[in-house]
């Protein structure tokens, strides 16, 4: 439930617990374990992964590895699919992201991890992944099938990077990166070229074994290579591109010397590319998205037709700088009411993606929530408004919540508590000023991840 620090009306409790209802179904409907559960089944000894069928009597070991903050109860589904049949896996997670069901798990292994620095335990689990599949006897055959649990998460939950590269490396580079303001596209380009299992090179390490990857996609537009880095999908980027990154955000005398030092190696043609469409090691494998953003948004919708409010996808593209994307959302919550375009009142609009934010100040706050604290100037003094703002991991940044609600009166309310929000948001202090308000949504961990959600309501 979202309660305010301040008195509410009869009216703005009933319309808190709508949005509440639309939130909790966008979430529902993108649970982990029912994803696999949808997408998999077992039928005799056939198994059955979306349209295609793997007979397991021809099988002789079946492996289980992966990594995102929705790995846990992706474990726990496939666990009740295949039990003892599993001969091995490990699957990293982030801290904090183990349901209670995951106390059943027996066959796989779930490491907790950092996210979204990396950390040792992530890195160890990840080269644990690779010791089984490399180490089996006699190796990885045709006749072995490996699955991957993919999620959201999963480039920091899997790093592995090359023998020259540490991890303290890795960590201050992903700090970098997350404050210069690029997108997960182009962050993602850099890991592939700095890991080993990432960008294809795991379906490498399990060739020639079959191959299936459960996804639960967190990235705008679902492209398969971007969505934990990819590790089972061919590259569609380079080295020379992910040099560029580094170039473009003016960091190559910001980041690790080691770290500089590969990818440049990696232009000059002396490193190996990332395996590209086309390589063999991509024929036994099948990628498949079982969960993902526009399913989210597409059931918050339909709850929001269920309560009587008009309803519209805008989008699930959205990306760019969190605040300037808050003023085109806060600009058709103002349109919806004074014009009733592009839905009349009561309007529910909905739009997913994943912006950025370029941090500048010394705050605390996630892109969700500092789209909602721009939402909220921008919607100064006006009526019968709201834009709320959702991590479906259920973390935003380094934080415990997820997002946050504006209203056209939020400006106001934090003036009379001598909050001035514009000073919030210039030092990126957002989660401190959604707290005083009691305005932050704190669902805890979801444990799903399908990038975020925005919600424009004009009552």
Known sequence: ??????????VERKRREQVWSILSAALAAVDPAQAVRQNVSLKGDVLWVGQRSYDLSACERIFVVGGGKAGSPMVVAIEEILGERITAGLVNVKHGYLPPEAAGVRR????????????????????????MLQQTPGGLTEKDLVLCLISGGGSALMTLPQPTIS?????????????????????????KHISRIKGGQLARLAHPAQVVSLILSDVVGNPLDVIASGPTVPDTTTFAQAYGVLEKYDLLDKVPTSVVEHLAAGVAGKIAETPKEGDAVFATVYNLIVGSNEIAARAALNRAQELGFNTQLLSTYVEGEAREVAKVLAAVAKEMA?????LPRPACLVVGGETTVTVTGEGKGGRNQEMALAAALALEGWEEVMVVTLATDGTDGPTDAAGAVATGETVAWAKELG??????????????????????????PTNTNVNDLAFVFAF
Do not use: W
Request: charged share 25%.
């Open 338 to 342: 004074k014009s009733g375009q592009p």
């Open 167 to 191: 991890l303290a490396e890795i960590q201050a580079l992903t700090e970098a990166l997350l404050r210069c303001g690029a997108t997960i596209n182009e962050i993602n380009a850099v890991r």
């Open 419 to 444: 909050l001035d929000p514009e000073e919030y948001l210039a030092n990126n202090d957002s989660y401190h000023f959604f707290e005083a308000l009691g305005e932050l949504i704190v669902t805890g």
């Open 1 to 10: 439930m979202l309660q305010p620090q301040r008195q509410l009306s009869s």
């Open 108 to 131: 796989v292994e779930i490491v907790e991890a950092g996210h979204p620095t990396p950390d040792e335990a992530g890195r160890r689990g990840a080269e644990r992944m690779v010791e």
